[in-house]
């Protein structure tokens, strides 16, 4: 069974898309710790980004900087913080958090809730930094 992230990759699901090219993806989490919180991941499923081939991996964070330097031009925040939890999703994936302070990385912390027009603004503001 096809993961969420892979029904996204497919068009199955929509996104709040940020970039993409022909092996990757970022996409603002639509269950954000912060505003402007965005996963990247590879289009091809793989579970545990530790399994992905060097290149692939390597690939994944030059995206993932890319996609975070569009990011802190367009939120306002001290630094982009980058996590891989890889527990919630069977699809390898990092998180570019926007940070003023070690909480905002907390992934215990509560989830905020942005509306679709909040996230959809959002998605534009950072897609056009890209």
Do not use: W
């Amino acid at each position: 069974m096809a993961s969420i992230f892979t029904k996204i990759v497919n068009g199955e699901i929509p996104c709040y898309k940020i970039a993409e090219n022909e092996k990757f993806l970022a996409f603002l989490d639509v269950f954000p710790l912060v505003h402007g919180h965005i996963l990247v991941i590879p289009k091809k499923e793989v579970d545990y980004i530790f399994d992905m081939e060097n290149n692939d991996l390597s690939e994944l964070i030059l995206f993932a900087k890319k996609v975070a330097k569009a990011q802190k031009a367009a939120v306002t925040c001290k630094r982009i913080g980058i996590a891989v939890i890889g527990l919630e999703v069977p699809h390898a994936h990092i998180h570019l958090v926007p940070m003023n302070s070690v909480s905002d990385i907390n992934f215990a912390q509560a989830k905020i809730s942005p509306s679709k027009e909040e996230l959809a603004e959002m998605a534009q503001r950072i897609s056009s930094k890209f």
